[in-house]
Protein backbone atom coordinates (compact mmCIF):
# COMPACT_ATOMS: atom_id res chain seq x y z
CA UNK A 1 0.00 0.00 0.00
CA UNK A 2 1.72 3.78 -0.86
CA UNK A 3 2.41 5.78 1.72
CA UNK A 4 0.62 9.27 1.78
CA UNK A 5 2.64 12.59 2.96
CA UNK A 6 -0.09 13.78 4.95
CA UNK A 7 0.23 10.89 7.31
CA UNK A 8 3.88 11.07 7.45
CA UNK A 9 3.24 14.51 8.87
CA UNK A 10 1.39 13.97 10.84
CA UNK A 11 2.76 10.69 12.79
CA UNK A 12 6.13 13.34 12.53
CA UNK A 13 4.54 15.84 14.49
CA UNK A 14 2.18 13.92 16.84
CA UNK A 15 5.34 10.83 17.88
CA UNK A 16 8.37 12.01 15.64
CA UNK A 17 10.76 12.03 18.79
CA UNK A 18 9.31 8.61 18.94
CA UNK A 19 9.54 7.63 15.55
CA UNK A 20 6.44 6.60 14.58
CA UNK A 21 6.59 7.96 11.25
CA UNK A 22 9.39 6.14 10.57
CA UNK A 23 7.67 3.03 12.14
CA UNK A 24 4.96 3.58 9.27
CA UNK A 25 7.23 4.34 6.37
CA UNK A 26 9.17 0.75 7.49
CA UNK A 27 12.47 2.38 8.31
CA UNK A 28 12.97 0.32 11.82
CA UNK A 29 16.08 1.11 12.01
CA UNK A 30 15.63 4.60 12.42
CA UNK A 31 12.56 4.23 14.28
CA UNK A 32 14.67 2.52 17.24
CA UNK A 33 17.63 5.13 16.64
CA UNK A 34 14.96 7.78 17.17
CA UNK A 35 13.43 5.73 20.08
CA UNK A 36 16.57 5.67 22.12
CA UNK A 37 17.56 9.03 21.49
CA UNK A 38 14.32 10.76 21.38
CA UNK A 39 14.44 12.33 18.01
CA UNK A 40 18.31 12.56 18.14
CA UNK A 41 17.77 14.68 20.88
CA UNK A 42 15.26 16.72 19.41
CA UNK A 43 17.49 18.31 16.41
CA UNK A 44 17.39 15.41 14.00
CA UNK A 45 13.65 15.33 14.25
CA UNK A 46 13.55 18.94 13.63
CA UNK A 47 15.99 18.80 10.62
CA UNK A 48 13.81 15.87 9.26
CA UNK A 49 10.59 18.24 8.39
CA UNK A 50 12.82 18.97 5.19
CA UNK A 51 13.27 15.14 4.02
CA UNK A 52 10.08 13.61 4.79
CA UNK A 53 9.06 13.79 0.69
CA UNK A 54 12.54 11.84 -0.06
CA UNK A 55 11.32 9.29 2.75
CA UNK A 56 8.08 9.11 1.23
CA UNK A 57 9.49 8.23 -1.94
CA UNK A 58 11.94 6.11 -1.17
CA UNK A 59 9.61 3.95 0.64
CA UNK A 60 6.67 3.70 -2.08
CA UNK A 61 9.40 2.52 -4.86
CA UNK A 62 11.41 0.57 -2.09
CA UNK A 63 10.68 -3.17 -3.79
CA UNK A 64 12.22 -1.59 -7.08
CA UNK A 65 14.73 0.36 -5.64
CA UNK A 66 16.58 -2.49 -3.79
CA UNK A 67 16.28 -4.63 -6.79
CA UNK A 68 18.01 -2.07 -8.87
CA UNK A 69 20.21 -0.82 -6.60
CA UNK A 70 21.65 -4.03 -5.03
CA UNK A 71 24.44 -4.24 -7.40
CA UNK A 72 27.04 -1.53 -6.55
CA UNK A 73 28.45 0.58 -3.61
CA UNK A 74 26.36 3.48 -1.84
CA UNK A 75 27.65 6.60 -1.96
CA UNK A 76 29.99 7.53 0.91
CA UNK A 77 27.72 10.06 3.21
CA UNK A 78 29.92 12.38 5.70
CA UNK A 79 26.56 12.88 7.66
CA UNK A 80 26.29 9.33 7.97
CA UNK A 81 30.00 8.64 9.24
CA UNK A 82 29.46 11.45 11.83
CA UNK A 83 26.28 10.06 12.80
CA UNK A 84 27.91 6.83 13.14
CA UNK A 85 30.66 8.13 15.70
CA UNK A 86 28.16 10.03 17.66
CA UNK A 87 25.33 7.29 17.84
CA UNK A 88 28.74 5.24 18.80
CA UNK A 89 30.00 7.03 21.65
CA UNK A 90 26.50 7.28 23.01
CA UNK A 91 25.85 3.52 23.04
CA UNK A 92 29.34 3.38 24.75
CA UNK A 93 28.48 5.77 27.08
CA UNK A 94 25.29 4.38 28.31
CA UNK A 95 26.75 1.18 28.56
CA UNK A 96 29.19 2.54 30.84
CA UNK A 97 26.99 3.77 33.37
CA UNK A 98 25.11 0.55 33.35
CA UNK A 99 27.13 -2.10 32.66
CA UNK A 100 30.49 -0.77 33.67
CA UNK A 101 30.28 -3.42 37.42
CA UNK A 102 30.78 -6.51 34.82
CA UNK A 103 34.23 -8.53 35.09
CA UNK A 104 34.91 -8.03 31.05
CA UNK A 105 33.53 -5.16 30.65
CA UNK A 106 36.02 -3.14 28.48
CA UNK A 107 36.71 -6.47 26.30
CA UNK A 108 33.55 -7.26 25.75
CA UNK A 109 30.53 -5.21 26.82
CA UNK A 110 32.20 -1.66 25.79
CA UNK A 111 33.06 -2.24 22.54
CA UNK A 112 29.84 -4.65 21.56
CA UNK A 113 27.83 -1.46 22.95
CA UNK A 114 29.51 0.77 20.63
CA UNK A 115 29.50 -1.64 17.56
CA UNK A 116 25.86 -2.02 17.58
CA UNK A 117 24.91 1.42 17.96
CA UNK A 118 27.30 2.51 14.89
CA UNK A 119 25.77 -0.62 12.90
CA UNK A 120 22.50 0.97 13.68
CA UNK A 121 22.78 4.62 12.04
CA UNK A 122 24.58 2.21 8.91
CA UNK A 123 21.13 0.59 8.72
CA UNK A 124 19.30 3.10 8.63
CA UNK A 125 17.50 3.50 5.06
CA UNK A 126 18.60 1.20 1.93
CA UNK A 127 21.75 0.56 3.19
CA UNK A 128 23.77 -1.55 5.92
CA UNK A 129 27.04 -3.03 6.46
CA UNK A 130 28.94 -5.65 7.23
CA UNK A 131 28.05 -7.72 11.00
CA UNK A 132 30.87 -9.06 11.79
CA UNK A 133 33.73 -6.64 10.76
CA UNK A 134 32.05 -3.85 12.13
CA UNK A 135 32.14 -5.38 15.46
CA UNK A 136 35.62 -6.93 14.99
CA UNK A 137 37.05 -3.68 14.31
CA UNK A 138 35.80 -2.71 17.74
CA UNK A 139 36.59 -5.89 19.74
CA UNK A 140 40.29 -5.45 18.12
CA UNK A 141 40.61 -1.52 18.92
CA UNK A 142 39.71 -2.34 22.76
CA UNK A 143 42.48 -3.91 24.59
CA UNK A 144 44.73 -0.71 23.38
CA UNK A 145 42.49 1.38 25.79
CA UNK A 146 41.45 -1.20 28.53
CA UNK A 147 40.29 0.16 31.77
CA UNK A 148 39.69 3.69 30.38
CA UNK A 149 36.56 5.49 29.65
CA UNK A 150 38.44 7.55 26.30
CA UNK A 151 38.39 4.09 24.81
CA UNK A 152 34.76 5.13 23.70
CA UNK A 153 36.29 7.63 21.37
CA UNK A 154 38.29 5.10 19.31
CA UNK A 155 36.21 1.89 19.14
CA UNK A 156 33.47 4.14 17.59
CA UNK A 157 36.16 5.97 15.09
CA UNK A 158 36.93 2.51 14.44
CA UNK A 159 33.52 0.79 14.17
CA UNK A 160 32.42 3.63 12.01
CA UNK A 161 35.50 3.48 9.46
CA UNK A 162 34.84 -0.06 8.93
CA UNK A 163 30.88 0.13 8.24
CA UNK A 164 31.92 3.02 6.13
CA UNK A 165 34.08 0.37 4.19
CA UNK A 166 32.17 -2.24 3.67
CA UNK A 167 28.80 -0.06 3.21
CA UNK A 168 26.26 -1.94 0.78
CA UNK A 169 22.82 -1.94 -0.32
CA UNK A 170 20.22 -4.01 1.51
CA UNK A 171 18.97 -6.75 -0.32
CA UNK A 172 15.59 -7.47 -1.24
CA UNK A 173 13.33 -9.19 1.39
CA UNK A 174 9.78 -9.62 2.03
CA UNK A 175 6.91 -7.51 3.68
CA UNK A 176 7.12 -8.82 7.63
CA UNK A 177 3.97 -8.31 10.05
CA UNK A 178 3.51 -5.06 12.37
CA UNK A 179 2.92 -7.28 14.83
CA UNK A 180 6.88 -9.54 14.41
CA UNK A 181 8.57 -5.42 13.80
CA UNK A 182 7.32 -4.67 16.40
CA UNK A 183 8.28 -7.27 18.35
CA UNK A 184 11.59 -7.19 17.31
CA UNK A 185 11.79 -3.21 18.11
CA UNK A 186 10.33 -3.89 21.62
CA UNK A 187 13.15 -6.14 22.42
CA UNK A 188 16.03 -3.93 21.28
CA UNK A 189 14.31 -1.57 23.42
CA UNK A 190 14.15 -3.22 26.52
CA UNK A 191 17.82 -4.65 25.74
CA UNK A 192 19.19 -1.00 25.82
CA UNK A 193 16.61 0.44 27.97
CA UNK A 194 16.79 -2.87 30.80
CA UNK A 195 19.87 -2.40 32.49
CA UNK A 196 20.13 1.60 32.70
CA UNK A 197 16.57 1.71 34.35
CA UNK A 198 17.83 -1.21 36.72
CA UNK A 199 20.67 0.74 37.87
CA UNK A 200 18.75 3.68 38.01
CA UNK A 201 16.44 1.83 40.31
CA UNK A 202 17.80 -0.61 42.66
CA UNK A 203 21.55 1.55 42.81
CA UNK A 204 20.32 5.33 42.38
CA UNK A 205 23.43 6.64 44.21
CA UNK A 206 25.83 4.85 42.54
CA UNK A 207 24.24 5.34 39.26
CA UNK A 208 24.08 9.06 40.10
CA UNK A 209 28.12 8.92 40.65
CA UNK A 210 28.84 6.83 37.27
CA UNK A 211 26.79 9.40 35.47
CA UNK A 212 28.54 12.71 36.91
CA UNK A 213 31.59 10.64 36.83
CA UNK A 214 30.96 9.65 32.96
CA UNK A 215 29.72 13.03 31.75
CA UNK A 216 32.86 14.79 33.90
CA UNK A 217 35.34 12.19 31.74
CA UNK A 218 33.52 13.34 28.45
CA UNK A 219 33.70 16.52 29.08
CA UNK A 220 37.51 16.48 30.20
CA UNK A 221 38.82 14.82 26.95
CA UNK A 222 37.73 18.10 25.11
CA UNK A 223 40.12 19.71 27.67
CA UNK A 224 42.87 20.23 25.10
CA UNK A 225 40.53 21.55 22.63
CA UNK A 226 38.52 24.38 24.65
CA UNK A 227 36.49 25.43 21.26
CA UNK A 228 35.18 22.07 20.92
CA UNK A 229 35.10 21.48 24.78
CA UNK A 230 32.62 24.72 25.04
CA UNK A 231 31.03 23.48 21.57
CA UNK A 232 29.90 19.97 22.46
CA UNK A 233 28.57 22.04 26.20
CA UNK A 234 26.38 24.10 24.40
CA UNK A 235 24.85 21.42 21.90
CA UNK A 236 24.14 19.59 25.41
CA UNK A 237 22.71 23.12 26.65
CA UNK A 238 20.81 23.74 22.92
CA UNK A 239 17.53 22.10 23.72
CA UNK A 240 17.05 23.48 27.23
CA UNK A 241 18.20 27.09 25.16
CA UNK A 242 15.91 26.40 22.39
CA UNK A 243 12.92 25.77 24.70
CA UNK A 244 13.45 29.15 27.25
CA UNK A 245 13.13 31.05 23.89
CA UNK A 246 10.44 30.13 22.60
CA UNK A 247 8.65 29.83 26.03
CA UNK A 248 10.32 32.36 27.93
CA UNK A 249 12.25 32.44 31.40
CA UNK A 250 8.38 31.67 32.95
CA UNK A 251 6.59 28.50 34.16
CA UNK A 252 8.67 24.68 33.26
CA UNK A 253 11.47 25.83 30.87
CA UNK A 254 13.11 27.97 33.48
CA UNK A 255 12.90 25.13 36.22
CA UNK A 256 13.64 22.77 34.32
CA UNK A 257 16.80 24.68 32.97
CA UNK A 258 18.20 25.26 36.58
CA UNK A 259 17.93 21.99 36.92
CA UNK A 260 19.91 21.40 33.96
CA UNK A 261 22.79 23.91 35.33
CA UNK A 262 22.52 22.11 38.44
CA UNK A 263 23.19 19.13 36.57
CA UNK A 264 26.52 21.08 35.33
CA UNK A 265 27.60 22.40 38.83
CA UNK A 266 26.90 18.27 40.34
CA UNK A 267 29.51 17.04 37.71
CA UNK A 268 31.75 19.61 38.64
CA UNK A 269 31.70 19.28 42.11
CA UNK A 270 32.03 15.29 41.97
CA UNK A 271 34.97 16.42 39.90
CA UNK A 272 36.91 18.75 42.01
CA UNK A 273 35.65 16.16 45.39
CA UNK A 274 37.81 13.31 43.67
CA UNK A 275 40.51 16.02 42.93
CA UNK A 276 40.70 16.52 46.91
CA UNK A 277 40.39 12.84 47.78
CA UNK A 278 43.17 12.23 44.71
CA UNK A 279 45.71 14.96 46.79
CA UNK A 280 44.84 13.36 50.38
CA UNK A 281 45.97 9.73 49.12
CA UNK A 282 48.99 11.50 47.84
CA UNK A 283 49.45 13.96 50.68
CA UNK A 284 49.57 16.84 48.55
CA UNK A 285 47.37 19.99 48.48
CA UNK A 286 45.74 22.15 45.91
CA UNK A 287 48.01 23.90 43.53
CA UNK A 288 50.60 20.87 43.31
CA UNK A 289 52.33 20.98 40.19
CA UNK A 290 52.62 17.86 37.60
CA UNK A 291 55.83 17.23 38.91
CA UNK A 292 55.29 17.38 42.18
CA UNK A 293 52.68 14.63 41.34
CA UNK A 294 54.52 12.61 39.31
CA UNK A 295 57.09 12.67 41.71
CA UNK A 296 54.87 11.67 45.11
CA UNK A 297 53.27 8.79 42.60
CA UNK A 298 56.44 7.30 41.74
CA UNK A 299 57.56 7.22 45.90
CA UNK A 300 54.13 5.86 46.75
CA UNK A 301 54.27 3.04 44.09
CA UNK A 302 57.83 2.40 45.19
CA UNK A 303 56.45 2.02 48.71
CA UNK A 304 53.65 -0.30 48.19
CA UNK A 305 53.94 -2.58 45.70
CA UNK A 306 53.02 -5.81 46.57
CA UNK A 307 55.84 -7.34 45.04
CA UNK A 308 57.60 -4.94 48.00
CA UNK A 309 55.11 -6.04 50.47
CA UNK A 310 54.88 -10.06 50.68
CA UNK A 311 54.01 -9.74 54.68
CA UNK A 312 51.31 -7.53 53.69
CA UNK A 313 50.24 -8.30 50.63
CA UNK A 314 46.14 -7.84 50.93
CA UNK A 315 46.87 -4.09 52.23
CA UNK A 316 49.21 -3.33 49.72
CA UNK A 317 47.14 -4.37 47.29
CA UNK A 318 44.47 -2.18 48.48
CA UNK A 319 46.89 0.81 48.79
CA UNK A 320 48.47 0.17 45.14
CA UNK A 321 44.76 0.09 43.39
CA UNK A 322 44.09 3.23 45.77
CA UNK A 323 47.47 4.78 44.27
CA UNK A 324 46.61 4.29 40.45
CA UNK A 325 42.89 5.82 40.97
CA UNK A 326 44.45 8.91 42.46
CA UNK A 327 46.89 9.43 39.83
CA UNK A 328 44.43 9.16 37.34
CA UNK A 329 42.02 11.53 38.80
CA UNK A 330 45.38 14.34 39.02
CA UNK A 331 46.58 13.54 35.33
CA UNK A 332 43.43 14.99 34.01
CA UNK A 333 43.19 18.57 33.25
CA UNK A 334 40.73 20.41 35.25
CA UNK A 335 37.98 22.29 33.49
CA UNK A 336 36.98 25.65 34.46
CA UNK A 337 34.41 26.09 35.93
CA UNK A 338 31.58 28.12 34.93
CA UNK A 339 33.05 28.01 31.58
CA UNK A 340 30.12 25.97 29.88
CA UNK A 341 28.03 28.93 30.48
CA UNK A 342 26.75 31.24 27.65
Given at each position: ?????????????????????????????????????????????????????????????????????????????????VAQMIVGIYFGLVALIS????????????????????????????????????????????????????????????????????????????????????????????????????????????????????????????????????????????????????????????????????????????????????????????????????????????????????????????????????????????????????
Open positions: MAKGLLMTYALWAVGGPAGLHHLYLGRDSHALLWMLTLGGGGLGWLWEFWKLPSFVAQANRAQEQRQSSGRGTPPLSLIRFLSFMASFYIVGLPLAVGLGVLLVAAIGNQTSDLKKTLGAAFLTSPIFYGRPIAILPISLAASITAQKHRRYKPSVGSETLSVRLYRLGLAYLAFTGPLVYSALCNTAVTVNYVADTLGSFLSWFSFFPLFGRLLESVLLLPFRAWKLLIGDHGISSSYFQEWEKLYEFVHSFQDEKRQLALQVFGLSEGATNEEIHGRYRELVKTWHPDHNQHQMEEAQRHFLEIQAAYDVLRQPRTPRGSWRW
